[in-house]
């Protein structure tokens, strides 16, 4: 360790600090503070606890699948608060080292470069110089420069990119992966389906069935009834732990996919897009606004570069990247500015791959509809249990008065004759009977259908071009009444082409006539297309033809600048940049300094949104060189932009001006902080570039708009370009919708006051001229207004809105990392289609849900109606332990499997939004539901007290057993076609497109084969016995009645208020009064 002059007034004063390339560093440079941490923005723990615990009632373990585990999201916070302080730490020692010695002394002893693996330097040189920030130790290596020699990349060409280079470079320097946690195994599942308190009742109650079973009856009749118990419970155990270990591996696999970044770098000198996980050690990457940094690396050259390292620092502040700050941090975002990076480390050798391998996936993310539907739960819970205790009383009072019969007709308990183990094994069976109440009552299955139906639509979007960030944009997006979308990319194909240009006032038509330009104006033409852009133009793999990099709108300038002659790489080498201000959707323009290495001249180049540039030009460059005043001619570029946006043409200006070298700062902090002159501009060309309506485009508007789905363009192009497209797309009907405020610029909305931005707001359909900031004051006024919105972005500065809005949909192709890391969703294609196939899916969740809570309340009213009434007047229950536990297992997993699966119909997009607020259960779900409970409630009371004289049973010694065993077969049978009723509650037509979905045909099949096997040969375990054609025949003819019925009384109206405000209207008025005294 170096000491400080300090501490030997008679050493030599240590050297200046010195820059990597530029040279001594001043005194007065300062860092940021590195305890300025930053709050997040997420719940609290507190919060989400009480929301559970307002749930947590009955069956919490398995109706909570999928939740938030608030435990296990404390231990990880604090994992990353502790990753994070570490971190903080490591950077707050070398800040303080710096600050107290004031220098870098570059005797510090750092050990030489250690060849490895046919490199000038190890791996875990590598990995301590990036961690520590070690601007020594890169010093010692030579630099950016030394460094690129040690592994052997060149900072403009990149690495050669030959298979054989690549592999290597992994092996010596890892992959940019990192080992993952594996989720939970598929015996943490069943653990955690064992952990059900009504299970495991049944259980231990199974376990003294069984034994004093085997004691009274002898182990050949006597295991029975524990041992069916037992096998049922097992059962359920094991179907529910398949049903949610499936959806976690598919959780986890649409997880990945999240992660799965497609990044440019430069390979070979050509720019290519690989994954994330492909980038090795040596890459070349440029780095724009919006990128996140895939690795940890070093600045090579960067412009006004900035970086977000909240991330990993917890820093809110932007931190500036330069030649004195040079390391880069995988994880963070690029803020503004742009610049290239080498490199040095990747996967789990950088802060960022530490952080990540410590953290475990979440998939228990609970969405709104989770947190409504354990309410739910828990009132029907609380019914339910209150149900079985209440059938417990009565069917032990009646036990142990001797009002209890056996089969044979005998009292089941006499005092005194009745032994212990029998009357204990008896009271067990109540017991158990009671506790198989409450297993069927709790609709466990809710949750499971919303896990279930999130999971398979999550899936078929993917396959639809969308990829779900978060599990409640899965149900929001039903409820979307509004779409702000963008124009570019979205409603159009994003293949950009320069069709008309002016130069002058010469119009060029075809444009790859520039033959006729004089040399002053091509030579001009040609730097402020080459050098003003972030895209490059380089020759194909084989040889024989260029090939443009970079944004839609910049590839197809450049590929106009080569059809009139401009030699990209022979450009770029005349001239130097001295200063990038990156185009942004704000300003609408972007422009750099640059001078000649022939001479001292400096220009600057401006290229951006047509009448934006063209109002900060004095002169025009005529298509022969001569120099004219704009004033005279303005009116003519104005009409010629007019004309090329009416057209759907978007307009873009390029311009430049000379500048003084002396006035241009050469400390590299006052280039930063630099404002690059956008006045006394000279006009170079106007160029027109067509980007054609996506087809289909129009249909899917009209679709979103008889779905009551009003769509709104906001774009930051011209408004009659704007305009153009709208109507082209469907939005606006005519021109003579294209008034204000139905077509509005962004600047004039947001001059308007709150009030008429409320009124404006309601009616506008098109905002032109918009920036990020005039997106994220719509999407405020509209929510305020109680528009449920989605909004589309690609941007950075479309990130603010992403997170306003009820829904964000990031753009997969154009989007930058930092809009998707804003969104819900991201459109893989950009298409408005995928858009629209995002609503139809949302509603789909939410259908599906109501089709199998119609399904299961249909089941508990029936269930429990049947055995209370049958257990307070008979003392017996005609659906035993083992029978109710198959009509769970038929009503939760196997229901829910088959309902949450239905695809969505185009019936879904003929109606209006679901509200908020609306009630989950419906008005004609209710209707549907009680006719079905009641009939199936009378038809099985009548068996049960009337079974053996209808059916002429009195003489049979099975008659008892036979009529029990219809019972059942009945009910499982009413069920099963009542799903049929299910999967259209508001459809006459139920079989419609059932064929279609095979998940549910194959689950109405299985369900119905066990039934049979049950009934047919599994008697000893089900307390049934085998029924002839007969019977099953009219099972079937009672469950197929149910169809008719449905049919029915889906012709019954109902009102349109739902019945909850209906009921509570007597109390609100009661507390209005009270409040009222």
């Not at 005194?27 to 709050?39: L, M, R, V, W, Y």
């Not at 460059?621 to 001569?626: E, F, P, R, Y």
């Not at 964000?808 to 819900?824: C, F, N, R």
């Not at 059942?968 to 049929?980: A, D, G, S």
Request: charge should be neutral; hydrophobic fraction near 45%.
């Amino acid at each position: 360790m170096t000491r400080s002059s300090g501490s030997n007034p008679s050493s030599p004063p240590p050297p200046p600090l010195v820059d990597i390339e530029t040279g001594p560093v001043d005194d007065e440079d300062k860092f940021d503070d590195p305890f300025d941490i930053a709050t997040t923005k997420n719940a609290s723990t507190h919060t989400l606890r009480r929301w559970r615990q307002a749930a947590l009632v009955l069956n919490a373990s398995r109706r909570f699948r999928y939740t938030l585990d608030l435990r296990k999201n404390e231990d990880q916070e604090k994992r990353r608060r502790m990753i994070r302080s570490h971190a903080q730490v490591i950077r707050a020692a070398l800040l303080f080292k710096l600050a107290g010695q004031r220098a870098l002394v570059l005797e510090t002893t750092v050990a030489p470069p250690s060849p490895s693996g046919g490199y000038g330097i190890a791996l875990e040189q590598l990995v301590s110089m990036t961690r520590d920030h070690n601007i020594t130790a890169l010093l010692q290596y030579g630099g950016v420069k030394g460094l690129s020699e040690m592994l052997k990349t060149d900072p403009e060409r990149g690495v050669p990119g030959d298979d054989t280079e690549l592999s290597n470079r992994r092996i010596t320097f890892g992959s940019n992966t990192y080992p993952v946690k594996p989720g939970r195994s598929f015996l943490r599942f069943i653990w955690e389906a064992l952990k059900d308190l009504t299970l495991i009742i049944l259980i231990v109650a199974a376990a003294v069935s069984l034994v004093l079973g085997i004691k009274t009856e002898g182990f050949k009749e006597g295991w029975y009834d524990g041992g069916s118990i037992t096998f049922a419970v097992l059962l359920v155990i094991f179907v529910t732990a398949t049903s949610d270990y499936r959806q976690s591996l598919q959780f986890q696999n649409l997880n990945a996919e999240k992660r799965n970044i497609q990044i440019e770098i430069t390979r070979g000198g050509r720019r290519e897009k690989v994954s994330i996980y492909d980038v090795v050690v040596g890459d070349v990457i440029p780095l724009n606004i919006g990128d996140q940094v895939p690795a940890d690396g070093l600045l090579i050259k960067g412009h006004s570069l900035a970086i977000d390292e909240s991330s990993m620092t917890g820093e809110s502040k932007i931190v500036h990247k330069d030649q004195k700050a040079p390391f880069l941090m995988s994880g963070c975002k690029v803020a503004d500015g742009a610049g290239t990076m080498l490199v040095t480390s990747v996967g789990i050798n950088t802060e960022w791959g530490l952080l990540m391998a410590s953290i475990s996936e979440d998939t228990g993310e609970e969405t709104p509809l989770q947190v409504r539907l354990n309410g739910v739960a828990t009132f029907i819970g609380i019914v339910g249990l209150s149900v079985a205790l209440l059938v417990l009383a009565v069917l032990l009072a009646r036990f142990f008065t001797g009002n209890s019969k056996n089969p044979d007709g005998t009292v089941q308990f006499v005092r005194g004759d009745t032994s212990a183990s029998e009357a204990i094994n008896d009271v067990i069976k109540i017991f158990t009977a009671a506790v198989t109440i409450v297993v069927v009552a709790v609709p466990e299955g809710l949750p499971l259908a919303v896990t279930l139906t999130l999971a398979y639509s999550m899936k078929k979007m993917m396959a639809d071009k969308a990829l779900v960030r978060r599990l409640s944009a899965c149900e929001t997006m039903g409820s979307a009444t509004t779409i702000c979308s963008d124009k570019t990319g979205t409603l159009t194909l994003n293949q950009m082409t320069v069709v008309e240009a002016y130069v002058g006032q010469k119009k060029i038509d075809p444009p790859e006539d520039g033959l006729q330009y004089h040399t002053t104006v091509a030579s001009l033409l040609n730097e402020g297309i080459a050098q003003n852009t972030a895209g490059s133009v380089f020759s194909s793999k084989d040889g024989t033809c260029l090939e443009v990099s970079g944004s839609p709108t910049e590839k197809a300038i450049l590929q106009w600048g080569v059809k009139i002659g401009m030699n990209f790489d022979v450009v770029r080498s005349q001239s130097v940049l001295l200063y990038v201000s990156a185009f942004n959707s704000s300003k609408k323009r972007g422009g750099v300094a640059l001078r000649g290495l022939d001479d001292s001249k400096v220009r600057i180049h401006w290229k951006g949104a047509a009448e934006i540039v063209l109002a900060s030009c004095r002169e025009y460059l005529d298509a022969d060189g001569s120099l004219h005043p704009t004033d005279k001619d303005m009116v003519y570029f104005k009409r010629a932009i007019e004309e090329m946006a009416a057209r759907t043409l978007r307009c873009v200006a390029i311009a430049y001006r000379n500048y003084d070298i002396d006035d241009v700062p050469v400390d590299e902090a006052q280039l930063a902080e630099w404002k690059l002159p956008e006045d006394d501009l000279i006009l170079l060309a106007i160029v027109g570039i067509k980007d054609p309506c996506r087809p289909g485009v129009k249909n899917a508007v009209k679709v979103c708009t008889d779905a009551g789905v009003k769509v709104r363009m906001v774009t930051g192009d011209n408004i009659q370009t704007a305009k153009a497209i709208a109507m082209e797309c469907g939005i606006l009907a005519s021109g003579e919708d294209a008034t204000e405020p139905i077509i509005i610029e962004g600047k004039t909305f947001h001059e308007y006051s709150e009030k008429e931005r409320e009124h404006a707001s309601k009616q506008i359909l098109v905002m032109g001229r918009s920036s990020p900031s005039h997106k994220l004051l719509l999407v405020q006024t509209l929510r305020k207004l109680g528009e449920v919105v989605a909004v589309t972005g690609d941007g950075t500065n479309d990130a603010p809105a992403l997170h306003e809005a009820d829904i964000g949909l990031a753009m997969g192709i154009q989007g930058t990392e930092v809009a998707k890391e804003s969104s819900d969703v991201i459109i893989l294609d950009d298409n408005f289609a995928s858009v629209v196939k995002v609503v139809r899916w949302g509603r789909s969740v939410y259908a599906n849900i109501q089709k199998f809570i119609q399904f299961q309340l249909t089941v508990n009213v029936a269930a429990l109606v049947i055995n209370v009434v049958a257990a307070v007047s008979s003392g017996e229950v005609p659906l035993n332990t083992v029978q109710l536990l198959w009509v769970n297992l038929i009503m939760d997993t196997l229901g829910a499997l088959a309902l949450a699966t239905e695809p969505p119909t185009d019936h879904l997009m003929h109606r209006s939004p679901v509200g908020r607020r609306e009630p989950l259960v419906t008005n004609i779900m209710w209707r549907n539901l009680i006719i079905q409970a009641l009939y199936q409630v009378a038809i099985l009371l009548v068996l049960n007290f009337r079974g053996t004289d209808i059916l002429n049973l009195k003489k049979d010694a099975r008659g008892h057993a036979v009529k029990n065993t219809l019972i059942f077969n009945t009910f499982v049978l009413c069920q099963i076609f009542n799903e049929f009723n299910a999967r259209k509650p508001e459809e006459v037509n139920v079989f419609s497109g059932v064929t279609k979905n095979r998940i549910f045909m194959g689950i109405i099949g299985i369900t119905f084969m066990l039934q049979v096997v049950i009934i047919q040969f599994l008697g000893k375990f089900t307390s049934t016995v085998r029924i002839g054609w007969n019977l099953w025949v009219v099972s079937f003819v009672i469950g197929i009645l149910s169809w008719p019925l449905a049919m029915v009384g889906k012709l019954i109206p109902v009102p349109r208020t739902p019945l909850a405000r209906v009921f509570s209207k007597p109390y609100q008025r009661c507390i209005a009064s009270r409040n009222r005294r």
